[in-house]
């Protein structure tokens, strides 16, 4: 069974700080990980790594994929009080029909950022 | 452009009954997967429909079950309910390109409805 873990569950910074969000993951026949972010409702995506593409920044966040340990990173610098959210990583694999479009998510990390 | 649409907002039903939760897609999205997030859970993966057929599903009950219509808008029920079901229901949508059984785009989310079962 496909499986993502999420560290820290919860993390409490101060404006201007950096935080890196980790994510591992266990899952048949890797094809992509994504992480979103989640404040009040819809999870809003932020970045897709794959084996093409293991390395995404959109400015101040950014994202890494090692497949050789199964984990990725999500990096954010000079943090601001509209970062505080709650962070999901998910994975997609293929599964037994050939076919992915299956996302296992990971619990998430909260982020909150004080003033 | 319009994001993926749900409705309702908001659901109150009673154990034993059935509700139906509705979705739009992004246009030009022919892709539609169903999670429930419960209260203190992950998203929970439900089913995914594409070009009109079941796709896969998550290890749900069959009371819970789904359809996509032509227009690639998708329908969820759930009956029987208990109050375990009680939970946010979000739906995504993506592209998908044809003749593969999957592609490097991602799943976009609507904002969701909240089941209550009393």
């Known amino acids: 069974e496909d499986k993502v873990v999420q560290s820290p569950l919860s993390l409490v910074v101060h404006e201007g700080d950096t935080v890196t969000l980790n994510c591992s993951y266990e899952v048949t026949n890797f094809r992509s990980l994504l992480w979103y972010k989640q404040e009040k409702k819809a999870p809003t995506f932020l970045f897709m790594l794959?084996?093409?593409?293991i390395e995404k920044k959109s400015g101040r966040l950014s994202s890494i994929l090692d497949k050789k340990e199964l984990s990725s990173i999500l990096n954010i610098t000079a943090t601001q009080t509209g970062d505080s959210a709650i962070y999901l990583c998910?994975?997609?694999?293929?599964?037994?029909?050939?076919?992915?479009?299956?996302?296992?998510f990971g619990s998430g990390t909260q982020l909150t950022v004080l003033p | 452009e319009a994001g993926v649409t749900q409705s309702p907002t908001h659901l109150i039903k009673t154990r034993g009954q059935q509700a139906t939760l509705r979705c739009s897609p992004i246009?030009?999205?022919?892709?539609v997967y169903w999670y429930q997030q419960a209260l203190g859970l992950g998203l929970q993966f439900l089913l995914w429909y594409d070009e009109g057929e079941e796709r896969n599903r998550g290890n749900f009950p069959p009371r819970f079950s789904g359809r996509q219509f032509p227009n690639y808008s998708s329908e969820l029920n759930v009956n029987a309910l208990e109050l375990e079901d009680s939970a946010l229901y979000l739906c995504a949508s993506s592209l998908m390109i044809s003749g593969r059984g999957w592609s490097n785009q991602p799943q976009h989310f609507g904002d969701g409805t909240r089941l209550s079962i009393l």
């Open positions: 998910a994975v997609e694999g293929v599964i037994s029909s050939g076919s992915a479009r299956q996302l296992t």
């Open positions: 794959t084996s093409s593409g």
């Open positions: 246009s030009g999205h022919t892709s």
